[in-house]
Nanobody, 122 residues
Framework: QVQLVESGGGSVQAGGSLTLFCKAT????????MAWFRQVPGKEREAIAS??????RYAESVEGRFAIYLESPASTLYLEMHNLEVDDTAMYFC??????????????????WGQGTQVTVS
């Protein structure tokens, strides 16, 4: 059974940095596709960064400020966030699946999800 557990959220001032963590258990890294999504109340969940075995992609809103990477020995997916903006305030979710081609995609493209961690930028 795949389990994803996020951590690292919190409150930060605009311009600051924060790193999110997603610990994965029971997940096979063959043809892995992992991503970070975020959601604010009343809006759809949006993909902001994805990482596949051969590529990584970012939404325009975070490119150049956020970095996604995986430490496979630790089974942990990271999201480094720099130069945070008030509009980055959201609940952040880790998602995972397995496929040959990994893109940012939609929430329905990912089978496995964490519970989310809140990021508040003021």
């Amino acid at each position: 059974q795949v389990q994803l557990v996020e951590s690292g959220g919190g409150s930060v001032q605009a311009g600051g940095s924060l790193t999110l963590f997603c610990k994965a258990t029971g997940y096979s890294y063959r043809n892995y596709c992992m991503a970070w999504f975020r959601q604010v109340p009343g809006k759809e969940r949006e993909a902001i960064a994805s990482l596949g075995w051969d590529n990584q992609r970012y939404a325009e809103s975070v490119e150049g400020r956020f970095a996604i990477y995986l430490e496979s020995p630790a089974s942990t997916l990271y999201l480094e966030m720099h130069n945070l903006e008030v509009d980055d305030t959201a609940m952040y979710f880790c998602a995972a699946d397995t496929r040959d081609i990994c893109t940012l995609g939609n929430p329905g493209d990912f089978r496995y999800w964490g519970q989310g961690t809140q990021v508040t930028v003021s």
